[in-house]
């Protein structure tokens, strides 16, 4: 399967910017990068994804090197809402057959 | 636009009981997933389908069987429940995956199962 190596957890003040790595040597030049994150008692959500390079929406960025062995997801002011578990996943690109399949994550803890 | 519903939030079984976990997604998404969630640990797929009528085993099929026969539905059945099984399921649906576009795929709020 996919693997990525994400740190258990992590933490950050309120209102400073959050870089989350994680790496994904494995990965082909096809996949997709995706990250998700699941807030305490809920469902994950879509956070972001890319492919080669760097891409922003209204919630995060997503740095991807250049090798594409890494990314770091950057959350640019950090709040207490943000505290979840981070999710790095490349789904394995399979003629139609690809799978979501989540690792342990990245525990994101704010501090006030 | 409701996205995905789970049925039901909450369940207790006793052991060797069977039950059935609905999926239901209003997006017309051809990929379907269950997940289990054991306290403090990350998802883990159980089984999965690429459109109606295909299933297949996750990295956990053991114990559960899935059924695929409408596109917007897909079910999760637990033949003989047993105490491992207690944990929050989880059901997501998407497009297929490795396209540029569509590529977010959307969870329901989770079943907590408990079997005693």
């Known amino acids: 399967d996919a693997k990525t190596t994400q740190p258990n957890s992590m933490e950050s003040n309120e209102e400073e910017p959050v870089h989350l790595p994680c790496n994904h040597s494995?990965?082909?030049?096809?996949?997709?990068i995706h990250w998700y994150r699941q807030l305490p008692s809920q469902g994950p959500e879509y956070v972001i994804h890319?492919?080669?390079s760097n891409v922003n929406n209204r919630m995060a960025s997503l740095a991807i090197a250049e090798d594409r062995k890494s990314s770091t997801l950057i959350l640019h002011r950090a709040t207490l809402r943000d505290a979840a578990v981070y999710y790095c996943i490349w789904p394995r690109t399979n003629f139609g057959n690809e799978k979501l399949t989540f690792g342990t994550g990245t525990r994101l803890t704010i501090i006030p | 636009n409701a996205g995905v519903t789970q049925t039901p939030k909450f369940r207790v079984l006793k052991t060797g009981q069977s039950m059935t976990l609905l999926c239901a997604q209003d997006m017309n998404h051809e990929y379907m997933y269950w997940y289990r969630q054991d306290p403090g640990m990350g998802l883990r797929l159980i089984h999965y389908s690429v459109g109606e009528g295909t299933t297949a085993k996750g990295e956990v099929p053991d114990g559960y069987n899935v059924s695929r026969l409408k596109k917007q539905n897909f079910l999760l059945g637990l033949e003989s429940a047993a105490p491992s099984q207690t944990s929050v399921y989880f059901c997501?649906?998407?497009?297929?995956?490795?396209?540029?576009?569509?590529?977010?795929?959307?969870f329901g709020q989770g079943t907590r199962l408990t079997v005693v």
């Open positions: 890319g492919l080669t």
């Open positions: 494995t990965i082909s030049g096809t996949d997709y």
């Open positions: 997501a649906s998407s497009y297929p995956l490795g396209q540029a576009m569509n590529t977010e795929a959307f």
